[in-house]
């Protein structure tokens, strides 16, 4: 039987963007004679007019990718940064921006975690310190493929940027500052394509698998004004490779604010290879640079998890100390960091938690190694870090059960797969500190933990990434007995 659909995959369409849906997913609706046909397309605004692609289609609704916006919304006005795909709301003031992810964070909760009452819950919306240039990491691609502006068709060429948005393929130029990571590098990045064009390589192309310059991945602390520099590239024309000369560029471009430039080689096939599978040689200065948030240092390679805005990190950390020592702790003295990553918020536990262990628990071994060099150079004793899997961990270790006053979680955007969410819930902890870069599985995670009796008493909104739809969440959870 013949599917009477309004439309068809692959077709292109001009919309009006009505509505706003979690995570930037523009809502236009159209009339039919069985109610409305909802199509999502993601990183649009209300008013704006937009030809998009439909990718996914049902008979009540569609999933569409934005091609192309053709009238702004009456909201917007022109930013004086060059655009890219990871910023498609930089031409909103950040008022609105703040707006709509409230706005739509509070709905998230209502609608899959069931807290009715999340308007009154939340404690607070958090702004970022900086609006611009806050970033401290950034990965531009090279690529054989270039993507023009208004240009939907790709030409062969040699691209350094960031993908075009929705295709993995095709590189957009960045020919200057985006006002999202550091100015300097960005106004460089055109200077550097010029040197590899005319050194005579040749740029990565993702369905043949062949070409030299890969990846720029760079680094920047804050605290120090330093920047660290990984090139990633293939072995196919090191012969002709003048790494020599690629080192004096840096250093006549950024002097004493290059701490150090990598050279990693990787012939993986991959579209985004890691830079530690490759081989590694450090053309200049060192391999790390140092950090700051609230006060402890932090050492930080190329391939560290590190949070990507410092600045508001310290403001996001602020608040779940806050919440973890907002009541006292008396006879249980366990504090447990599970998914820590490096050791931030285990040493900031640490730190103002002096009566109490904290245990930091992270199954990246490297991530912990450089958990426990940090701790030890800030001088910080009252805790421990364990290299292991937060599932297995707390089921080798079931000695903790009942010790624990406090956990505090900050999973990876997939939120905490169910099975390890109930074996967390079966430590019995009196409180939880949920931290979420994706409030939609944190969302989900609320059911769960509502029915083995934690409580959402309060939460607050991060503003991580200006000029995105991503926001962070840190909620707070007691157990009612």
């Excluded at 939880?432 to 989900?444: D, G, L």
């Excluded at 309060?458 to 503003?463: N, T």
Aim: glycine residues 6%; charged residues 25%; aromatic residues 10%.
């Amino acid at each position: 039987m013949a599917r009477n659909y309004l439309y068809h995959r692959g077709q292109e369409v001009e919309l009006r963007v009505q509505d706003l849906a979690f995570e930037g997913k523009g809502i236009a609706k159209i009339e039919t004679e069985k109610g409305n046909f909802i199509v999502f397309i993601p990183n649009t605004l209300p008013g704006q007019l937009v030809r998009c692609k439909m990718v996914k289609v049902k008979k009540a609704y569609a999933e569409a990718r934005l091609v192309e916006v053709l009238e702004a919304s009456s909201d917007e006005s022109q930013s004086k940064y060059h655009p890219i795909p990871g910023a498609p709301y930089i031409n909103l003031p950040i008022e609105k921006q703040h707006e709509y992810k409230e706005k739509t964070s509070i709905e998230l909760f209502r609608r899959i975690g069931k807290i009715t009452n999340a308007e009154d819950l939340l404690d607070q919306y958090i702004e970022s310190p900086r609006i611009f240039h806050y970033r401290n990491k950034m990965e531009y691609s090279f690529a054989a493929v270039e993507a023009r502006p208004g240009d939907d068709k790709f030409h062969d060429g040699f691209a350094l940027g960031f993908k075009r948005r929705g295709q993995w393929l095709a590189v957009e130029n960045l020919e200057g500052d985006s006002g999202i990571f550091d100015q300097a590098i960005e106004d460089f990045l055109p200077k550097l394509r010029r040197f590899f064009m005319e050194a005579g390589h040749s740029a990565w192309h993702g369905k043949k698998h062949s070409g030299f310059c890969r990846m720029l991945a760079v680094r920047k602390s804050y605290v120090d004004d330093e920047i660290l520099i990984n090139f990633l590239s293939s072995s196919s024309e090191l012969e002709q490779f003048d790494s020599d000369a690629l080192t004096q560029l840096f250093r006549n471009e950024f002097g004493e604010r290059l701490a150090g430039l990598i050279h990693t080689i990787n012939d993986d096939i991959s579209d985004r290879p890691k830079s530690t599978e490759g081989k590694r040689i450090i053309l200049f200065g060192k391999e790390t640079i140092r950090e700051q948030i609230n006060g402890l240092d932090f050492s930080i390679s190329m391939e560290s998890f590190f949070q990507t805005n410092p600045a508001s990190a310290e403001r996001l950390y602020q608040k779940a100390l806050d919440y973890v020592f907002e009541k006292e702790i008396e006879d249980k003295p366990i504090i447990l960091d599970l998914f820590a990553g490096t050791g931030t918020i285990t040493q900031l536990l640490a730190q103002a938690s002096t009566q109490s262990k904290v245990i930091g628990v992270e199954i990246v071994k490297e991530a912990v190694a450089d958990a426990k060099k940090n701790a030890q150079a800030n001088g910080i004793n009252n805790l421990e870090f364990y290299a292991n899997d937060v599932g297995k961990f707390l089921l080798e270790n079931p000695h903790y059960a009942g010790k624990i006053n406090t956990l505090t979680l900050d999973p990876p955007r997939a939120g905490i797969a169910p099975k390890t969410l109930r074996k967390v819930i079966r430590l019995g902890a009196e409180r939880m500190v949920y931290i979420s870069c994706n409030p939609a599985t944190q969302a989900r995670d609320m059911l769960t933990l509502a029915e083995h009796g934690y409580q959402l008493k309060k939460y607050s909104l991060v503003d991580q990434f200006p000029h995105t739809a991503h926001v962070e969440a840190v909620a707070l959870f007691e157990l009612s007995r």
